[in-house]
């Protein structure tokens, strides 16, 4: 069976991505030796999977959700205050009112490379009527 070896995103502006990535989302550096070209940015797995951003010369363009891509999905507890903290920094968020998926809710946001992250709330199964009330209240709103 296969092991994955590092999750990469591809930007075309090291310190740009640095600002994007650690200012706003958070994100802290880990590791720069070979900046800047590849860093290496600190997450909760750190010790089973590297996170890199690496330098490319050109933006590929991304046609989400429809098109195919490779998707990031960053967990939180609270999706409602993360996009209320990711939209006060300015992150460009692509469903401003999140949508619902087996696990919980979901949203998404852009970097400024056309790469996409999607943000999670699990919400048990426990919870679903709950999810479900989440989400009509939403639609009338």
């Not at 330098?55 to 998707?71: A, F, H, I, N």
């Not at 507890?77 to 619902?100: A, Q, Y």
Request: proline share 6%.
């Amino acid at each position: 069976m296969p092991k994955i070896f590092v999750v990469q995103i591809n930007v075309t502006d090291m310190s740009e991505a640095l600002e994007f990535y650690c200012t706003k989302l958070g994100f802290k550096v880990t590791g720069d030796s070979y900046y800047p070209e590849i860093v290496e940015l600190l997450h909760q797995d750190t010790d089973r999977i590297p996170f890199i951003l690496s330098r490319v010369k050109s933006r590929s363009e991304t046609r989400y959700p429809d098109g195919t891509q490779t998707l990031i999905s960053l967990q939180t507890d609270d999706l409602e205050s993360t996009l209320r903290i990711l939209r006060e920094k300015g992150v460009k968020i692509l469903h401003e009112t999140p949508l619902s998926f087996p696990g919980g809710i979901y949203s998404a946001i852009e970097d400024p490379f056309g790469n996409v992250l999607e943000y999670c709330e699990r919400i048990p199964q426990a919870h679903s009527h709950q999810m479900k009330q989440l989400q009509e209240s939403r639609i009338r709103q």
